[in-house]
T-cell receptor
Framework: DAGVTQSPTHLIKTRGQQVTLRCSPK?????VSWYQQALGQGPQFIFQ???????QRGNFPDRFSGHQFPNYSSELNVNALLLGDSALYLC??????????FGPGTRLLVL | KNEVEQSPQNLTAQEGEFITINCSYS?????LHWLQQHPGGGIVSLFM???GKKKHGRLIATINIQEKHSSLHITASHPRDSAVYIC????????????FGTGTRLQVFP
């Protein structure tokens, strides 16, 4: 079991560009949550996907969107990137009666 | 007041010392997570516990659901334990979004 995996590990973009980050859940997990962690800050909840639907959403603008596929993997898309979007993006997955497990994160730098 | 509070915020120790980090929460939960994050690194799940005590190597986590308090202990601390330790609780259900504590930055010196 590979656990939670995320890709890419690092990414550099420029302002105004769009980015897609990917998360593959741990085997048996069907719920995927995305978090943004700015440097020196705690993680902030972006949204959660379950059964291919956005189930909960944090206080993030519509530039942040997501998707969950039938195999439970998920994508996070960010449009019109701003410098302030530079952060570590974490996904956490969970299954029924299961604890949440974090992926290693994708570090995004917006120049 | 934060829904999840940790203490201390910063902690320094000499190698070999016994370390305790505390977490108190005000939301109604069924479980609590202890997480570890090394500088520049991702988050590693250490424990999820809903009652009593769990032990993994030199790490011990305890929780008192009635008092809404949890502790993380590190025995025989080592410089490689230096990291930020975060407690987090799901808002309601186990799979719910997590509410994070502010973290405790631990530095263990040789």
């Amino acid at each position: 079991d590979a656990g939670v995996t995320q890709s890419p590990t690092h990414l550099i973009k420029t302002r105004g560009q769009q980015v897609t980050l990917r998360c593959s859940p741990k085997s048996g997990h069907d719920t995927v949550s995305w978090y943004q962690q700015a440097l020196g800050q705690g993680p902030q909840f972006i949204f959660q996907y379950y059964e291919e639907e956005e189930r909960q959403r944090g206080n993030f603008p519509d530039r942040f969107s997501g998707h969950q596929f039938p195999n439970y993997s998920s994508e996070l898309n960010v449009n019109a990137l701003l410098l302030g979007d530079s952060a570590l993006y974490l996904c956490a997955t969970a299954g029924p009666q299961e604890t949440q497990y974090f992926g290693p994160g994708t570090r995004l730098l917006v120049l | 007041k934060n829904e999840v509070e940790q203490s201390p915020q910063n902690l320094t120790a000499q190698e070999g010392e016994f370390i305790t980090i505390n977490c108190s929460y005000s939301v109604g939960i069924s479980a609590l997570h202890w997480l570890q994050q090394h500088p520049g690194g991702g988050i590693v799940s250490l424990f999820m516990l809903s009652s009593g005590k769990k032990k993994h190597g030199r790490l011990i986590a305890t929780i008192n659901i009635q008092e809404k308090h949890s502790s993380l202990h590190i025995t025989a601390s080592h410089p490689r334990d230096s990291a930020v330790y975060i407690c987090a609780v799901p808002k309601i259900y186990n799979t719910d979004k997590l509410i994070f504590g502010t973290g405790t930055r631990l530095q263990v010196f040789p």
